[in-house]
């Protein structure tokens, strides 16, 4: 139904129409709706135009088509060169070759889309979507080779990546022999890049051994001669090699490629994703050898951080391109998304105070969350980036163990490095919504806010709440401009976001705080309150005391 209502749209049938290469063939409803449209043609030539102006002043997106076979557990092929794409940055359309069913055991089944639909998918993708660079995959008959080699002489691209899939890494056969010859005589001739593994590149020629790094530099060669502008042989299968050595030939220099081997089973998919790695970096504007540098230290970044994660019971499992499941996995101590109540006792940690009295920062923190903080931020201005950051991902152990959220204050990189829960962040930092863009959808964002305008900027880029303050005089900050009881109230009345109150507050006047009994207001934030005293714990349990005391007296 919803695909009905967008072709019932005049300016629909105009795009469609000013991409339609000769001779592409429209169903019948395509035709049965141009006959019947009571748009004239003047009308849809102005429409396009309008729309051509449009497209032009956009920005254009680096896009890699991937020509590749399906794989039902995702650690590979299409579903790998979108993964790769995405993490590099590059748009990723698809053309599917076969659909398998496959696991981390091995190959199932293969079902081969027949040839005239993937030259339509082909025609479909390359004459709209302005192809940068095409990536290849598996090619499981040669019939499919003979239509990509065909679409690509009517559609030209920038640039071919061609990543001969003839054998899983698991061992089970993806294309027949029979393929090798129009490999060899219709593809290779046209590729920018080759990259087959060991076994890929033995069988391309002909069966030739390859155990060591000078017959992968022998190979390299004589595959250039076959028509390739360059070569990468892979050696992630060489035996007994202590590095992951790739060798990279463009036609004069020859390089080797060196990186750390890593020990895990989730290898599943790696050579899909270099090749696909090196067609995003392309499509960006990269050299070929830049490209082949910056894939390889993708692929070895991820398989390090994907080490140890478990998906499947077979021998080979898949990585993790985007760098995200195990966050998922820490993340699922406390409760998802933000909580306002959350902010009812705010912990803001001081250097300085901790220094004073002897505490790292990690106890403190630990200490205040056992003493009943509902949340932490790390406000650390007196110490090197590197101290910075190993002391956040302690402190974010200890919040994630008890549930608590933890935030950074002004340093968008300490949060993205550690994974912390959010940030918290001044009017002259960086603005929210450019630190929302840097952070993602689920990560929580405060600002701080002395006006009902700020309040409101707050909300419009994408805060989840606000710290409004210096409620009263403190020496945490200087030249802090204090907005009193009356000012908080204000800004709390104006706010679309909850509220936190922040600046001066103790065990003193946090009651009186509380009793403004204002609906966004939700709790207090404190420094020295807590963390300038002997016993962090103690203070922050007699203040948590205070705070449930005044918020029952309210309600």
Aim: net charge neutral.
């Amino acid at each position: 139904m919803a695909y009905a209502q967008v072709l019932s749209s005049p300016y629909a049938y105009a795009s469609f129409n000013r991409v339609m290469p000769q001779g592409f063939r429209r169903s019948k409803g395509l035709s049965y709706f141009s006959v019947n449209s009571i748009i004239n043609q003047d009308k849809q030539i102005h429409i396009c135009m309008e729309m051509q102006r449009e497209n032009g002043s956009g920005i254009k997106v680096p896009h890699v088509l991937t020509v590749a076979g399906s794989d039902s557990g995702a650690g590979a092929g299409i579903q790998a060169d979108i993964k790769a794409c995405a993490a590099r940055g590059v748009y990723c359309s698809t053309v599917v070759t076969a659909v398998t069913a496959q696991n981390t055991v091995g190959v199932q089944g293969v079902d081969i889309v027949p040839e005239d639909f993937v030259a339509k998918q082909l025609k479909s993708v390359l004459a709209d979507m302005q192809v940068d660079v095409v990536k290849t995959g598996m090619l499981p008959s040669i019939g499919i080779v003979k239509v990509l080699h065909q679409s690509l002489k009517e559609f030209p691209v920038r640039g071919l990546v061609v990543d001969p899939v003839m054998v899983s890494t698991s061992g089970d056969v993806l294309a027949g022999p029979s393929v090798l010859t129009v490999f060899r005589e219709q593809l290779l001739p046209v590729a920018d890049i080759v990259t087959p593994n060991l076994k890929e590149a033995s069988a391309l020629l002909g069966g030739l051994k390859l155990e060591t790094i000078s017959d992968m530099h022998a190979a390299a060669k004589l595959l250039h001669d076959m028509g390739p502008r360059n070569v990468l042989v892979k050696g992630g299968d060489l035996p007994d090699s202590l590095d992951a050595i790739d060798i990279f030939f463009d036609g004069e220099n020859i390089f080797e490629l060196r990186s750390s081997r890593i020990k895990t089973r989730n290898t599943h998919g790696t050579g899909c994703s270099l090749a696909s790695c090196i067609a995003a970096e392309l499509a960006k504007g990269s050299s070929m050898l830049q490209a082949v540098k910056a894939a390889k230290r993708y692929i070895e970044a991820a398989l390090g951080y994907s080490r140890d994660i478990v998906i499947g019971n077979g021998p080979q499992g898949p990585f993790d391109h985007l760098l995200r499941l195990k966050r998922n996995i820490h993340n699922s101590s406390r409760q998802k998304g933000f909580d306002p109540s959350d902010l009812f006792l705010y912990a803001v940690t001081d250097s300085r105070m901790n220094k004073k009295w002897g505490h790292s920062i990690a106890d403190a923190v630990k200490a205040a969350i056992e003493g009943g903080a509902t949340i932490v931020q790390l406000r650390e201005k007196d110490i090197e980036t590197r101290d910075f950051l190993e002391a956040a991902k302690s402190c974010l152990k200890i919040c994630r163990s008890h549930g608590v959220p933890l935030l950074i204050n002004d340093r968008v990189d300490v949060a993205l490095a550690c994974d912390a829960d959010g940030v918290h962040v001044g009017q002259s930092d960086m603005p929210a919504h450019i630190a929302r863009t840097l952070l993602g959808p689920e990560k929580i964002i405060g600002v701080s806010c002395k006006t009902p305008e700020q309040a409101e900027q707050a909300w419009f880029d994408g805060a989840d709440y606000i710290g409004c303050g210096g409620v009263y005089p403190t020496n945490t900050k200087e030249n802090n401009v204090t907005v009193g009881l009356d000012g908080l109230k204000t800004v709390c009345l104006a706010s679309k976001l909850p509220v936190v109150a922040i600046g001066g507050i103790g065990l003193s006047n946090a009651h009186a705080v509380m009793e403004i009994n204002v609906p966004q207001l939700k709790g207090v934030a404190v420094v020295s309150a807590l963390f300038d005293r002997q016993c962090v714990s103690t203070e922050t349990r007699k203040l948590h005391s205070v705070l449930i005391e005044a918020t029952s007296i309210v309600k």
